[in-house]
């Protein structure tokens, strides 16, 4: 039996980015009960593919009883609501065969990834303190994408010094902003610039220097989506929740690679039920934004271990 519940986790703080804030991660469980083992899955759905709490509801709610992983691919797209069905069916039958994930897989075991904690977009000076409370994290990184970006950006790298940084500006620039801010980007010893201008308005990456290594995060979903961000980004993000799943994200994962991109695996905001899975993809990453628990005030139960040595992998009583 598939049951889809609803469930709501309290933020630390408001998390902002330049579309919006949020106090709150509202997500989906999917619970498969077959076969006395019981199995777990989590998305998030996303106003910005189209997605609601609703309309990924209607869409698991409407599967076969009796659902097997290598069916669901042909009977969902990809993005939330696959992806947590498919990484209940993952958890299942390592349940029911009463071993990890990657033993079934000949994989080998996981180990701990450091992983970005990511600085919400507010006033320079509200960003400067947090980075300076999370300037002994390895790993930041900024929210961009509006006005005061450049002192924002200022105001981070002043309030940790010695972290590596990633800045995200979420569609929110356009190409003249980009090259205003890249020489202070530079200055600043950023890493990664990730998804500077909107999907579908990206060709001009073609012609535009990248001396910073640009990732395509609402650019890149799945599979089908990497041929057409050849010659304009250099790294993707990619998030079980746009991949639709586990089963998805290997393989898009596996042909990037070939394809030349670097890989980031990322997340939205959701529990550690939400993130164990992506622990697994994470393995073969080049950057991990798996922060979701640490900006939550509330977790499930037996939640992911973070310390210096990053994100763990799942206990067997939360996934996998």
């Known amino acids: 039996m598939l049951t889809v519940l609803e469930d709501r986790f309290r933020l630390a703080q408001t998390f902002t ?23 777990w899955g ?27 992983r290598p069916d669901l691919q042909a009977l969902l797209p990809a993005g939330a609501a696959r992806n947590a069905v498919d990484c209940a069916l993952w ?7 009463g071993k990890r994930i990657w033993d079934l897989t000949g994989a080998p075991p996981p180990r701990p990834i450091l992983t970005a904690y990511t600085l919400s977009l507010a006033a320079p000076e509200t960003m400067q303190q947090a980075a300076a409370r999370n300037a002994h994290r390895p790993i930041l990184k900024v929210k961009l994408g509006s006005p005061d970006d450049l002192a924002r950006l200022h105001a981070v790298r002043t309030g940790a010094p010695g972290s590596a940084l990633l800045v995200d500006a979420n569609e929110g620039w356009t190409a003249e902003t980009y090259l205003a801010l890249l020489p202070h ?3 600043a010893g950023v890493a990664l610039i990730e998804q500077p201008f909107p999907a579908g308005q990206d060709a001009a990456l073609a012609n535009l220097p990248r001396p910073i290594p640009v990732c395509a995060d609402e650019s890149c979903h799945d599979r089908s989506s990497l041929p057409a961000l050849v010659g304009k980004y250099d790294v993707v993000n990619l998030k079980l929740d746009k991949t639709g799943g586990l089963t ?4 898009t994962l596996d042909l990037a690679r070939a394809m030349g991109f670097g ?53 067997a009583n939360l996934w996998g």
């Open 185 to 187: 980007l530079r200055a």
């Open 91 to 97: 958890d299942l039958e390592a349940k029911a065969a």
């Open 248 to 251: 998805e994200g290997v393989l």
């Open 263 to 315: 890989v980031m695996v990322g997340c939205m905001v959701g529990s550690s039920l939400a993130m164990a899975p992506a622990v697994l993809l994470a393995q073969g990453a080049d950057w991990t934004d798996l922060d979701g628990p640490l900006l939550l005030a509330e977790d499930r139960p037996h939640p992911l271990r973070y310390d210096d040595a990053g994100v763990h992998p799942p206990d």
């Open 17 to 39: 980015i330049s579309r919006g804030s949020k106090t709150e991660a509202q997500v989906l469980t999917v619970r498969i009960a077959r076969d006395g083992a019981t199995a």
């Open 42 to 68: 989590e998305c998030v759905p996303y106003a910005r593919y189209g997605e609601t709490l609703e309309s990924v509801r209607r869409q698991i709610q409407g599967l076969p009883d009796g659902i097997l």
